[in-house]
């Protein structure tokens, strides 16, 4: 008997001397996504995965952190990101690294790659710091169909753009896209997307849509949006919730309840935000749609046309008194190729430097100058502080940074590309106390991964993909301003994608473990 116990304890002492890992975390805060209550302890990493979590885990490691007095949490998810165009120039991806996100959705508001399969593949092959899913965009479906006509597709079109939806979500799409503020999909009617809607659905997929409308109809935009989910019978997700316009502060009191009351009647419907006050797009927007219809060609054609050139600046002047303003200064240009020095300067400022009166009819035109010249991205000032919080309070709601992959001092784009995440933990969590941080991370990480189907992400348990940010909760910050971008946020100690250590104690080390993220249709 003696004997045999011996045997045994030789068998439980080589057992427990075999547990080894790549990576060893010891002492952490460890808030695992849940939004459960934190707890100390440690997490094994082998080959990409987490393999155990627990107190004083007996491992041996190539690698061991010691993450005392810090938070130890799931990498964020970013399901509202517009990387695409920008992934050769920044492989590794900083300002997102550097803002916790491990993983981002790709393919909103309408645009995406149309090769969905020839996408993913080609993102495994550059490897990013992130990890990278996709949405299939409305917009470059309907492009590559109908170009950017204005009117309703025909039937051998639905045929052509059917075809595309469904393929992509075969090839690894995670969903259907819309940009309804954008051309083409402006001139969409509600039952060509819940047509589309239906094949993503088919596919387990999520109709994620920057809306009709995010100012003086909004709430008509959302009843749209809500009724593709009811009809087509398809997840929603409602692109940077907001409310646009001075005169539409304070409707976060009509349009959250909103949500709330689809969800009771059974629409699996939520909602993304950014935490900022300022949106950013093309300056376009600021156009009559039907004045941007086809090619960069026609559009100029028609802006030298001196009847429509009045129609237009009518137009903006009517919008621009609606937001009770006498000047276009809350229109900030970001980036204008032709001529950089536009960049950061908003449109009556523009309007000054090229000698013109202190008018807004000569602000238009200003305005009009940069559309015939091709256009320009800009940051546009014009949201509540109150609604931004009401808004962050609502439980089904993420966070993201409607941004790219920003390039150190290229433009004037944007806080919201650098420091989404740190400005949610420091500025929303630790010192206003909107919400909780175990509450925050759970918005970061295990709901919108449950959101867009990635089942291996978003939570610390042992099996999970090792994608996990170590940060010091009473020193992250989002350091990037409107008036100095382009700045990394700080107190991210590490971070670690599938398992790979990429930012080593607040300094990326160039790894870039990042791989494609697929739908559940591709094995369907």
């Not at 753009?161 to 009617?189: C, F, H, N, Q, W």
């Not at 219809?293 to 028609?302: E, F, M, Y």
């Amino acid at each position: 008997m003696k004997w045999i116990f011996f045997i045994g304890l030789i068998s439980i002492t080589v057992s427990v001397r075999s547990q080894t890992c790549d990576i060893l975390i010891r002492n952490g805060k460890i808030m695992d996504g849940t939004g459960n209550s934190w707890y100390y302890g440690d997490i094994a990493i082998r080959d990409g995965r987490i393999i155990k979590t627990g107190r004083r885990l007996n491992f041996s490691a190539n690698k061991t952190i010691d993450a005392t007095n810090l938070v130890v949490a799931p990498g964020f998810i970013d399901v509202h990101t517009h990387i695409e165009g920008d992934e050769e120039k920044q492989p590794t991806a900083d300002n997102f690294i550097y803002d916790g996100v491990t993983t981002v959705i790709a393919g909103n508001c309408g645009a995406s790659n149309i090769d969905i399969g020839k996408y993913l593949q080609w993102i495994d092959s550059l490897k990013l710091s992130i990890n990278v899913a996709t949405l299939i965009g409305h917009n470059d479906v309907r492009k590559t169909v109908m170009g950017r006509a204005n009117r309703d597709a025909t039937p051998e079109e639905m045929k052509q753009m059917d075809s595309i939806v469904d393929k992509a979500m075969r090839e690894g799409a995670v969903g259907l896209s819309t940009g309804l503020i954008y051309i083409p999909g402006t001139y969409t009617k509600t039952p060509e997307i819940v047509d589309l809607a239906k094949i993503a659905a088919k596919y387990n997929g999520v109709y994620s849509s920057h809306m009709r409308d995010e100012g003086d109809s909004v709430t008509q935009a959302i009843q749209e949006a809500l009724a593709v989910g009811r009809e087509a019978k398809i997840p929603v997700e409602i692109s940077h919730f907001k409310l646009s316009g001075q005169q539409n502060w304070g409707r976060s009191k009509i349009t959250v309840p909103m949500i709330e009351a689809a969800r009771k009647e059974g629409i699996d419907v939520t909602i993304d935000q950014y935490p900022y006050t300022a949106s950013s797009t093309s300056i376009s927007t600021l156009i009559p749609d039907e004045i941007l219809a086809d090619g960069q060609d026609s559009i100029k054609a028609r802006l030298e046309r001196p009847a429509i050139k009045k129609y237009v600046i009518n137009y903006m002047i009517k919008r621009l008194s609606k937001r009770k303003l006498k000047h276009f200064s809350y229109a900030v240009v970001a980036y204008y190729a032709p001529d950089t020095t536009y960049n950061g300067k908003s449109i009556e400022q523009i309007n000054l430097m090229k000698g013109r009166k202190h008018k807004i009819t000569e602000e238009a035109l200003t305005i009009i100058d940069i559309m015939m010249n091709g256009g320009a991205s800009a940051v546009f000032h014009g949201m509540s502080e109150d609604d931004v919080r009401r808004i962050m309070k609502y439980p089904y709601n993420m966070f993201a940074c409607d941004a790219s992959i920003r390039v150190m001092n290229e433009g004037m784009p944007h806080p919201r590309g650098y420091g989404t995440n740190a400005r949610i933990l420091g500025k929303y969590v630790r010192e206003e106390k909107v919400l909780s941080l175990e509450e925050a991370i759970r918005r970061m990480t295990s709901l919108p991964a449950q959101k867009f189907q990635l089942k291996d992400r978003g939570l610390l348990k042992e099996g999970m993909a090792a994608d996990i940010v170590i940060f010091n909760e009473n020193e992250v910050k989002d350091i990037s301003t409107y008036e100095h971008p382009h700045a990394y946020s700080k107190g991210f100690h590490f971070v670690i994608v599938n398992g790979v250590l990429t930012v080593d104690n607040e300094k990326h080390n160039g790894a870039r473990a990042g791989k494609a993220l697929y739908g559940s249709g591709r094995n369907l």
